[in-house]
């Protein structure tokens, strides 16, 4: 495990521990955090937080700071309703929880 990954996984873990019966798969290289057998997040290796969300609010949140498509290698997008938000994006556990927030959002509806 990296220490960037191990980092974020463990705020990720601190901020949706009351959120229900949340448990860590393995997955895309990092580790997902699964509600109900859907994945909210993932605290990737290099501190990066792949996020799903609606994909009809993809094209809105793509404009928030850090925000990019999600690629499964270089070339291959993994579609609009999977974001990347880059480590420099969540440097304050208030942004972190946003994205959790948009995750649990799209999980719930």
């Not at 990954?5 to 229900?20: F, K, N, P, T, Y």
């Not at 290289?29 to 990737?44: P, Q, Y």
């Amino acid at each position: 495990m990296t220490a960037e990954r191990e980092a974020l996984a463990a705020r990720i873990r601190s901020m949706i521990q009351d959120g229900g019966p949340v448990r860590e798969v393995a997955m895309f290289g990092g580790i997902a955090f699964m509600l109900e057998d859907r994945m909210l997040v993932s605290a990737g290796r290099d501190g990066s937080l792949l996020v799903r969300v609606d994909p009809a609010d993809s094209e809105e949140l793509l404009q928030r700071k850090g925000a990019g498509l999600s690629f499964m290698g270089i070339e291959r997008p993994m579609g609009p309703g999977w974001l990347t938000v880059q480590p420099d994006a969540l440097l304050g556990d208030e942004d972190l929880m946003q994205w959790i927030g948009v995750a649990l959002d799209f999980h719930s509806r």
